[in-house]
């Protein structure tokens, strides 16, 4: 094989790598050892911002494939016929920890898909649940404070996070779920995925539904206990990385299928709960799965860091045919998340390998960090003008729609919408089995032993009022293992 040489970053070729310019033997380096000052300068910059939620992740590419019509629900051109697929890429990531933690810490698992269509990137950006822990984008700041570290000690803290969880009722669903071995799941490939907020269809007439995405795993589900997550995350805290990588170099290509859960507009009118509010499901004995097609995974990216680290997903990258709703937490990340990216990678991230439309991308932006113009080169950077040949296409026009109200306020998100504790009561009772509810009262019981300080019981009946509320015998087991002596006001109360 052919040698090849060794060269600057300018492409000028050099020898001497190893050995700085001195000043004899053993005198001092000389400032005009370029080469020396260019390794160290981009040495120290190899890093780039870690991501504020979500930094430690894996990713792949592979297929999505689809299986099944769904036409009459949108007009999206890779849902408009059976056999139809796309090249894509998928990242799953813990939440909390920071980019060198444990991929078994409990947590939720981020869930981030990017498909390349023809008619542009579409990401679906969700997690490992069907719910969140809040329901409005204002509290997500507050919110992440309370799994990252205490100001003073740099430590996690049960104290906090039990506090705003006590304190946000909303929370409960999620909470469970977390809290359950789903939070502890046995790597990337035994999960379902779900695209968590309610979006939108549209179809060729120009009507609408409202859907919510899900993709279930075809290699089973399979979750940690909570003592093997804490085994394993001293053995091999990259255990679900090592996990991925293996079955897809081996060629045991990971799949999911996916469906679709779809509520009409006069169904969402007359639906039980907010259909827009992320931390409630819809039943699925109310609105079926629709079997759409089949995503596999089976590319191990050639550089981590170029493709894992640096992909961009947004809820705001959106094709014809698939809209958004009025989700309040799915409004806030349309606009928070492109803007974390701007940040962290930079205004040009699109441009990307990993990132970029591999199809035609035709616009007015320019410049910036790390422009790369080889697809506009010297074509006018204004519109209109009277050079280049881009025309706007009228059939991808905006889906118009009237608004219930025209009143702007403040509304409380809560109100007429605090049923905090049907469904996780359901889930409790229905969705899990005997082992299921030992494991998730032994697994609330391990992580509330370190509430501490003169808040301690506070917040530990507080959060017990919201156990009882949703399940009486889920607030008896989780205080008697507690030492909380219960009597009737405290159970009164929660109802």
């Not at 020396?36 to 999505?64: C, D, M, W």
């Not at 940690?224 to 090592?242: L, S």
Request: proline share 5%; hydrophobic share 35%.
């Amino acid at each position: 094989m052919d040698s090849k040489k060794l060269t600057l970053s300018s492409g000028a070729p050099y020898f001497e790598h190893q050995d700085s310019q001195t000043v004899g033997p053993r005198g001092p380096v000389l400032l005009q050892d370029f080469i020396l000052q260019e390794n160290l300068a981009h040495f120290v910059r190899e890093r780039i911002p870690e991501r504020i939620v979500h930094a430690k992740g894996s990713g792949a590419y592979g297929t999505l494939t689809i299986t099944h019509d769904i036409s009459k629900y949108t007009k999206a051109k890779i849902f408009s016929q059976v056999g139809n697929s796309c090249r894509m890429f998928a990242r799953f990531s813990t939440v909390g920890g920071e980019k060198g933690s444990a991929d078994t810490a409990r947590d939720p698992r981020g869930f981030a898909l990017k498909f390349y269509t023809e008619d542009g990137n579409w990401d679906l950006v969700g997690n490992n649940t069907p719910v969140f822990f809040i329901k409005d984008a204002k509290k997500f700041p507050d919110f992440i404070h309370t799994q990252k570290r205490v100001p003073k000690t740099n430590l996690k803290s049960a104290t906090m996070m039990w506090d705003f969880w006590s304190l946000n009722p909303e929370s409960l669903h999620q909470v469970l779920i977390l809290m359950s071995d789903r939070g502890t799941p046995y790597g990337f490939r035994h999960m379902h995925g779900f695209g968590s907020h309610t979006f939108s269809m549209i179809n060729a007439n120009n009507e609408r539904v409202w859907v919510k995405f899900h993709f279930k795993t075809k290699q089973g589900v399979k979750n940690f206990t909570n003592e093997d997550a804490v085994k394993m995350a001293g053995e091999n805290p990259d255990f679900a990385q090592e996990d991925l990588c293996n079955a897809i170099d081996s060629g045991d290509f990971p799949k999911w299928t996916m469906y679709i859960q779809v509520m009409t507009e006069e169904q969402a009118k007359d639906f039980r709960w907010n259909p827009f509010d992320i931390t409630k499901v819809w039943f699925q004995g109310d609105f079926p799965l629709i079997e759409v097609g089949e995503m596999e995974l089976n590319e191990v990216p050639v550089n981590y860091f170029a493709h894992v680290e640096q992909s961009t997903f947004s809820p705001s990258n959106l094709i014809d045919g698939i809209s958004f709703s009025p989700d309040k937490m799915l409004q806030g990340r349309l606009f928070s998340y492109p803007d974390a990216h701007r940040y962290r990678v930079g205004v040009n991230a699109h441009q990307l390998e990993v990132n970029r439309c591999p199809f035609a991308v035709n616009n007015y932006q320019r410049d910036g960090y790390m422009a790369d113009s080889s697809q506009y080169q010297d074509k006018p950077n204004y519109h209109p003008n009277s050079f280049d040949d881009i025309k706007a296409d009228s059939a991808y026009k905006n889906f118009e729609y009237e608004l219930d109200s025209n009143h702007v306020a403040s509304y409380n998100r809560n109100e007429n919408d605090d049923d905090h504790y049907t469904q996780p009561g359901l889930l409790y009772t229905k969705a899990m089995n005997t082992e299921d509810r030992e494991h998730l009262i032994h697994n609330i019981i391990e992580s509330m032993k370190g509430i501490d300080g003169p808040k301690r019981d506070e917040i530990i009946n507080r959060q017990l009022c919201h156990f009882f509320r949703a399940n009486i015998e889920l607030g008896m087991k989780v205080a008697s293992q507690l030492n909380v002596n219960i009597d009737a006001n405290m159970i009164n109360h929660s109802k």
